[in-house]
């Protein structure tokens, strides 16, 4: 059977949680060590697809920086990010920007987008 051991990160307890898959295929799994129900509901989406909110910059012209600082607008597969960082450093985009524009449009088909976090 597969385990795993990890701490929950989802409120300040930190919580060192124990998870094995039962029946992977029916979605069983057990949990030890959460003192709340965010924490089990963490530990078997880190489990079975975990995922992550993506910073980083792109290049940008006419600003007075050089790089302007984007995220994406949801969550994408952690396993999907080495793909998604390929795309956002061949994008260059042209001043003015508003926080919140859309740099990417749809990443690689996950239906999240990559906004920019600040006005420039």
Request: glycine share 8%; net charge neutral.
């Amino acid at each position: 059977m597969k385990s795993k051991e990890m701490v929950c990160i989802v409120c300040p307890l930190g919580c060192k949680l124990e998870i094995e898959a039962i029946d992977e295929a029916e979605g069983k799994y057990k949990i030890e060590g959460y003192k709340c129900p965010r924490g089990e509901e963490y530990g078997i989406n880190e489990f079975t697809n975990p995922t992550r909110v993506l910073t980083s910059t792109v290049k940008i012209k006419g600003a007075h920086l050089k790089r302007l600082p984007v995220k994406t607008n949801g969550v994408i597969s952690k396993y999907l990010i080495k793909e998604c960082m390929e795309e956002i450093n061949a994008v260059e985009v042209e001043a003015p920007v508003k926080m919140g524009d859309v740099i990417i449009a749809n990443i690689l088909d996950t239906g999240v987008d990559i906004t920019a976090s600040r006005s420039m």
